[in-house]
Nanobody
Framework: QVQLVESGGGLVQPGDSLKLSCVAS????????VAWFRQAPGKEREEVSC????????RYVDSVKGRFTMSRDNALNTVYLQMNDLKPEDTAIYFC??????????????????????WGQGTQVAVAS
């Protein structure tokens, strides 16, 4: 069964950190693009970051640059999202997704959401004082 499972969410205060995990089963993450999305209640889904495992190239939405970092562990078939200096606006359900799509040379953003065909169920992140 092809499956993605996220974990690591929780309730934290502004300025704190969390590390999310996305574990894949039924397929390998080595040669697919992996992305993190988030969605807050009543808001549109937002693509936060993406990673190309073959060379560890990453991209981030402007609002999280300098605070969030994607990484991977091929041995564990897992992708991570390290989130530092969390803000209330980061509150959302965070999803990981994969797709057989490469980064485009002259486009600085992540591949669009429709390119990701495998999605996890999400993990809740809440940032409040």
């Amino acid at each position: 069964q092809v499956q993605l499972v996220e974990s690591g969410g929780g309730l934290v205060q502004p300025g704190d950190s969390l590390k999310l995990s996305c574990v894949a089963s039924g397929f390998r993450l080595d040669y697919v693009t992996v992305a993190w999305f988030r969605q807050a209640p009543g808001k549109e889904r937002e693509e936060v970051s993406c990673l190309r495992p073959r060379d560890d190239t990453t991209r981030y939405v402007d609002s999280v640059k300098g605070r969030f970092t994607m990484s991977r562990d091929n041995a564990l078939n897992t992708v991570y999202l390290q989130m530092n200096d969390l803000k209330p606006e980061d509150t959302a359900i965070y999803f990981c997704a994969t797709g057989l799509i490469d980064f485009r040379r002259n486009i600085p953003s992540c591949p669009a959401a429709h390119n990701y065909n495998n999605w996890g169920q999400g993990t809740q992140v809440a940032v409040a004082s």
